[in-house]
């Protein structure tokens, strides 16, 4: 099930932003090595977070493509067995996140 909430918890402000629980093919590359398919299980205006990949390092930006749109750089903030959280470099604007998660559910 997929969804759109702000969490109003005591977490941080960067936390607290519009969330979108959605999936989508993406690609994405760090460096020069090798475009990758991967999964984004989750997008905010600021960030998301991908499946995991091997040898991803925090020290290199990460380049994604996400389908129908331009190539976008983010930074990795943090990385578990399973999954990689990113912040854009540039967040999103409403509009486009908004174009995203309706793309992704027809329903929202």
Do not use: Y
Not at 43 to 55: D, H
């Amino acid at each position: 099930m997929s969804s759109v909430s702000a969490d109003n918890s005591g977490d941080p402000p960067r936390a607290r932003e519009e969330r979108a629980a959605l999936t989508l093919l993406c690609e994405v590359r760090q460096g020069t090595r090798p475009w990758r398919m991967v999964r984004l299980d989750d997008l905010s205006p600021q960030g998301f977070r991908i499946a995991w990949f091997p040898n991803v390092t925090t020290e290199l930006p990460l380049r994604i493509r996400i389908p129908g749109m331009q190539l976008l750089s983010a930074e990795i903030r943090w990385q578990s067995n399973a999954a990689i959280g990113c912040a854009f470099a540039e967040p999103l604007h409403v509009a486009v996140f908004e174009h995203l998660v309706r793309k992704a559910n027809p329903t929202f």
